[in-house]
C-alpha cells in the first residue's frame, strides 16, 4: 500500500493545516512508513526544514506539483501523480479530486463552515460548502483530529460511522520548556520584552478576541496585571477580525502587542516566555496552540467549547468563552496564584506527553488499510 499524500501547504504558512501535515509526515517516518508526497517547491525547503524529507532510515517519494493553481492541483496533478507513483490511495485536507484513478481519504480538522457559516466569507462559505461535504461523501475514509470533530462530521456532512477515523495530533519536540537565554533571539525578533500573556491563532471571529479584550481590560482597571502585556500572535487567513481596530477602541494600545504572523522556528521560545496562555476560541477541531503552550511547560486557560476539553483534560482552567468575566476570573487566578500555576505545568507537560505524532501516524496509517480493505 502506498498512499500519495497532497501537502501543497507546506511552506505556504496555512498555520494549522501546515503544522498537521508537517507532523504527520514525520509520523510516517518514525512507524517506517514512507508515502508518496505531493509538494510545490516551496514544501520541498518546508520538508527539508523539518526534517521530514530525510533524517530517518526511511524517505518519502517527493512529487512535485508545476502549477501553483488549487483547480489544476486537484483535477490534474493529484491524478496524474497517484498514476505515476503508483499510488494505492490519494489523501487530501478537506478538498479531493472529484476524479481520481485511486480510492481517496480527507481529514477535516473542523466543519465551522457548515457550524457556523456566519463566520465565513461569501466566498468561501460556497466553496467549503460545495467542495468539502462532496469529497467527504466520496472518500473512502475520513480523517478528524477529536471526537468532537468526528460527532460534528457524522451530525453535519452525514458520513457513515464506520468511515470516520479519529487520529489526534500532537507537537514535535521542539515544543519543551526553555530558559531565558534560548527564548531571548526569538523574542526579540517578535518585538516582545517584559512579562506578558500570549493568545496565539488566525485573528477570526471564531477566535473571540473581542471578549478576550474585554476581559483584559477589565484586569487593567482592576490593578490585577502587574505590568503584564497581552500579546495576540497569528495570521489572517480567512474571514478576518479588525484586531487593531479592536485594540483601540479598547483604549488597550500600550497593553496588547500584535506581532502577527510567528514563524515556526519562534513559536517554542514565545510560548516558553509567557507567564500564561489563553485560548477563548469558540470553535476548534482539535486546538494545537494549547497542546503546544503545554509542551513549552506554560499554565494554561482554555475555552470549555468544542474539542478544547478533550485536549486539555486537567491541565488547564476552563471557562465559558461567552462570558467576559469568567475569562477574567482565569486570567486573575493565574496571574495570582504561583502555586496554580506550578500545577498546572506539571499536569500539562505530563498531558501533552500523551500525544505524538507517531501515534496520529499508525491511526492514519489504519485508516488507509480500512479505506483499502
Not at 511552506?11 to 510516517?28: H, I, P, S
Not at 505531493?38 to 521530514?52: C, D, I, K
Not at 479530486?97 to 463552515?113: G, I, L, W
Not at 470533530?149 to 452525514?158: D, G
Amino acid at each position: 500500500m502506498k498512499a500519495l499524500i497532497d501537502a501543497h501547504m507546506l511552506g505556504a504558512f496555512e498555520t494549522g493545516n501546515e503544522t498537521y501535515v508537517r507532523g504527520l509526515l514525520k509520523g510516517l517516518l518514525e512507524i517506517r512508513a514512507p508515502q508518496a508526497v505531493a509538494v510545490r517547491e516551496s514544501g520541498v525547503r518546508a520538508l527539508a526544514q523539518s526534517g521530514a524529507a530525510g533524517d530517518y532510515a526511511l524517505t518519502h517519494d517527493v512529487r512535485r506539483l508545476r502549477s501553483g493553481s488549487d483547480v489544476a492541483r486537484l483535477l490534474v496533478e493529484l491524478p496524474r501523480l497517484a498514476r505515476e507513483s503508483g499510488a494505492s490511495l490519494v489523501h487530501c485536507t478537506y478538498v479531493a479530486p472529484p476524479r481520481c484513478p485511486v480510492p481517496t481519504v480527507v481529514t477535516d480538522h473542523d466543519v465551522s463552515f457548515a457550524r457556523h457559516p456566519e463566520w465565513f466569507t461569501a466566498r468561501d462559505r460556497a466553496l467549503l460548502g460545495a467542495a468539502v461535504p462532496y469529497s467527504a461523501r466520496r472518500a473512502r475514509a475520513v480523517i478528524t483530529p477529536s471526537e468532537h470533530a468526528r460527532r460534528e462530521v457524522l451530525e453535519l456532512l452525514r458520513i457513515p460511522e464506520r468511515r470516520v477515523h479519529v487520529t489526534p495530533e500532537a507537537c514535535g519536540p521542539e515544543f519543551r520548556p526553555l530558559g531565558p537565554a534560548a527564548r531571548a533571539e526569538a523574542l526579540r525578533r517578535c518585538g516582545v520584552d517584559g512579562p506578558y500573556v500570549l493568545s496565539l491563532g488566525n485573528l477570526q471571529p471564531r477566535k473571540n478576541l473581542g471578549r478576550l479584550l474585554d476581559a483584559w481590560r477589565h484586569l487593567r482597571d482592576a490593578h490585577l496585571l502587574e505590568d503584564h502585556r497581552l500579546v495576540l500572535a497569528g495570521g489572517t487567513h480567512g474571514k478576518r477580525e479588525p484586531v487593531a481596530r479592536m485594540v483601540a477602541e479598547s483604549g488597550l494600545t500600550r497593553e496588547v502587542l500584535l506581532p502577527g504572523h510567528v514563524r515556526q522556528e519562534d513559536l517554542p521560545a514565545l510560548y516558553a516566555g509567557a507567564t500564561a496562555f489563553v485560548y477563548p476560541s469558540l470553535y476548534e477541531g482539535f486546538g494545537l496552540p494549547l497542546l503546544e503552550a503545554m509542551a513549552c511547560g506554560v499554565p494554561a486557560a482554555c475555552s470549555e467549547a468544542a474539542s478544547l476539553p478533550e485536549v486539555a483534560d486537567d491541565a488547564a482552567l476552563l471557562f465559558d468563552p461567552h462570558d467576559t468575566e469568567a475569562i477574567a476570573a482565569a486570567l486573575g487566578a493565574l496571574l495570582a496564584d504561583e502555586g496554580l500555576r506550578a500545577a498546572l505545568v506539571a499536569r500539562g507537560l505530563s498531558r501533552a506527553a500523551t500525544f505524538s505524532w507517531a501515534a496520529c501516524a499508525r491511526r492514519t496509517f489504519d485508516a488507509y488499510t480500512g479505506a483499502l480493505a
